[in-house]
């Protein structure tokens, strides 16, 4: 299931009218889904606003799609970002998971940083490249379609957040990589 499925030139504008919050909220509630995350909710409004920023490029075709929080199929996992599309030759996806961390630092525990959550609380989370990743290898070992289709995905972090010295620790690509990524379509 996709919440949110829109070009990025629509996309673009729900973030720019600040409509992008209640856009998510209203398909939600049309899905049957009563949604009260507020910590949630905001976090779309600080986030996906940054999104709309990379893929408001001249170099990002307008056309291509965006999906917003997908459910993956038999699991309670929702993927936070996806652009999509197809290029000369094959139809290619770039998952984005999605983080606010405004620092982060070594855990102790492997595929995980230590971080400073919204609620004050400092603990272990998976590093958010590993968790696109495990999104992308899921949609590449049980979705037919992306199987029938070679379907190519790459997947990546974006944590908009973050100054230079955490990104640097976090191996997070820049909004210039993001560009070149999502041209690929």
Do not use: G, H, R, Y
């Given at each position: 299931m996709i919440i949110y499925n829109k070009s990025v030139a629509s996309f673009i504008e729900d973030c720019n009218q600040h409509n992008i919050r209640n856009e998510i909220v209203n398909s939600l509630k049309e899905h049957g889904i009563n949604h009260n995350n507020d910590s949630e909710q905001k976090s779309?409004?600080?986030?996906?606003?940054?999104?709309?920023?990379?893929l408001d490029s001249k170099q990002i075709n307008k056309d291509i799609d965006v999906a917003i929080e997908y459910k993956l199929h038999e699991s309670k996992s929702r993927i936070d970002f996806m652009v999509y599309g197809k290029n000369n030759k094959h139809s290619c996806?770039?998952?984005?998971?999605?983080?606010?961390?405004?620092?982060?630092?070594?855990?102790?525990?492997?595929?995980?940083?230590?971080?400073?959550t919204h609620l004050g609380i400092t603990e272990d989370h998976l590093h958010p490249c590993v968790q696109a990743f495990f999104y992308k290898s899921r949609l590449d070992g049980m979705n037919k379609y992306v199987q029938e289709n070679h379907v190519d995905i790459k997947s990546a972090s974006y944590c908009h957040n973050l100054d230079e010295g955490y990104r640097t620790f976090m191996s997070n690509i820049s909004k210039r990589s993001y560009i070149e990524l999502c041209c690929s379509f």
């Open positions: 779309w409004e600080s986030s996906l606003p940054e999104m709309a920023k990379v996806l770039m998952i984005f998971e999605l983080k606010q961390w405004s620092n982060v630092f070594e855990s102790t525990k492997d595929n995980c940083v230590f971080v400073n």
